[in-house]
């Protein structure tokens, strides 16, 4: 199939990387080593356009580069709908071109539509997922949503998944980190985020405080953190603060070295609040981490309780002794990290996860020339 992948939340070539990003460059390479051929469509910001009327001119000339973008297309694919960034351009796309329409991650909720300011975003989200011959869903918590919009029939479960070989252990980028870090024989706690106001800060925050109360106990332990943002600057102030010479800022870390840096850990430790998929738990289990993490929505998706990690109620105080558990238990923490590689290869590999979308896509493809 030849197809035209949209993304209404922001290019794929994004220089910020992001869960969103990763996810949908993973999908992309994937379909694309099925033999499809994946074009990524011309970008627009979306994000609250119907309260944007100065925009809109420009939206409509960027629809148009979109059509032509698409032409000689088989179907159009979105990832990523919701009230706050509909597709509002895929619909209008697909109905000029007459081809079928794909959505990977839409979420739906009835409650924005009881809201002046959240409606018109409503509106067009819904008007996507309706007009969609088929749905994707990567969060469980969609499929209960689409359940209540769509037919059984126009939906189904896509398990989160790595591309083959991309997250594996390094023992030699191990050894070398650890030297480099000065770490010695202490358990390393790693931690990676976005660094940016909301949860993601919160969760730095709480790992920072989590290894200051351990360390007051006399455990033999260091924090690395990785990632960057706009609160960067102040959350390495805070981990310094707090932890001394015993945490090491990184800052923003290619995904293409992060398999060095998760394989010089001990344990994972982030504890996810509203976090939506949770990617970083899959490349860590990749490389060997057992993660830590809490039942605040994705986590539990991408992390089997007590066989790649351990789950914790959205409790600060139960996610330290959780990090406890790991730091003080080494025959734990190697049982754990060995059963995460292997989960993740059997439950969340991209390749065997995607293939039943890619024929669900063929398919309705194959159905629709017949028709036509």
Not at 153 to 162: I, N, T
């Amino acid at each position: 199939m030849k197809i035209a992948f949209g993304t209404p939340f922001k290019p794929v070539d994004h220089p910020r990387i992001s869960g969103d990003v990763t996810i949908a460059r993973d999908l992309i390479k994937t379909l694309r080593g099925f033999g499809h051929t994946v074009d990524t469509m011309p970008y627009f910001p979306a994000k609250e356009i119907y309260w944007k009327p100065q925009l809109w001119p420009e939206a409509n000339r960027a629809l148009e580069a979109m059509v032509e973008a698409a032409r000689g297309a088989d179907c159009w694919l979105t990832y990523n709908s919701y009230y706050k960034v509909p597709d509002a351009f895929g619909p209008l796309v697909v109905d000029r071109l007459g081809i079928p329409y794909f959505l990977f991650q839409a979420s739906y909720a009835r409650n924005r539509a009881k809201r002046f300011a959240t409606w018109p975003g409503y509106v067009l989200n819904r008007r996507a997922m309706e007009r969609a011959d088929h749905v994707f869903c990567n969060r469980i918590n969609d499929i209960s949503c689409c359940a209540k919009l769509l037919p059984e029939d126009r939906y189904s479960s896509v398990r989160p998944g790595l591309p083959d070989g991309l997250f594996t252990r390094d023992e030699a980028a191990r050894q070398r980190l650890r030297a480099q870090w000065g770490v010695g024989n202490s358990v390393v706690v790693l931690s990676a985020a976005m660094m940016r106001e909301g949860v993601k800060a919160t969760g730095i925050q709480w790992t920072i405080r989590a290894c200051a109360e351990l360390l007051d106990k006399g455990r033999d332990l260091r924090l690395v953190l990785a990632g960057g943002g706009p609160m960067q600057a102040e959350l390495a102030a805070q981990a310094r603060d707090a932890l001394g010479d015993r945490v090491v800022i990184l800052g923003m870390v290619d995904r293409t070295d992060f398999p060095g840096v998760f394989s010089a850990g001990d344990l994972f430790a982030f504890p996810g609040l509203k976090e939506s998929v949770g990617m970083v738990y899959l490349e860590a289990q990749g490389c060997g981490l057992p993660v830590v993490a809490t039942d605040d929505e994705g986590g539990p998706h991408v992390v089997a309780h007590d066989v790649s990690g351990l789950i914790t109620p959205a409790d600060e105080g139960a996610f330290t002794r959780a990090v406890d558990r790991l730091v003080q238990d080494h025959e734990l923490r190697t049982r754990l990290g060995a059963q995460a590689v292997t989960y993740v290869g059997r439950v969340h590999n991209a390749s065997a996860n995607y293939l039943e979308m890619a024929r669900a896509m063929e398919r309705i493809v194959a159905s629709r020339r017949e028709q036509g």
